[in-house]
């Protein structure tokens, strides 16, 4: 027996992916998502990212997000409130 997944999914060339939607606000925010080598020491620099990833891949607010991308101007002064890296971008 063949079971089809009958939920809508935008085409792969569509999907922005977690990393890619951290990435986008913190442009919009006028920063780079990257932290520089003269900003930050190794390895807390990298590490930072990295848990800032994480947290962006296992977010539930992944289709909120991409409405938010699609509707926010270009550039923002303050992250949106359900990011789940809010706090870390105001700081950085």
């Keep these: 027996m063949m079971h089809w997944n009958h939920k809508r999914t935008a085409p792969a060339a569509a999907q922005i992916f977690p990393a890619q939607q951290l990435a986008e606000v913190s442009a919009r925010l006028g ?22 990833v ?20 270009k550039k923002i002064a303050t992250p949106p ?9 105001k700081r950085s």
């Design 31 to 52: 920063r780079d998502p990257a932290p520089s080598p003269r900003a930050a020491s190794w390895p807390a620099g990298v590490s930072l990212l990295a848990q800032m």
């Design 54 to 73: 994480d947290a962006c891949q296992r977010c539930d607010a992944e289709e909120v997000c991409s409405d938010w991308l699609a509707r926010a101007p």
């Design 81 to 89: 409130a359900f990011c789940p890296n809010a706090d870390a971008l």
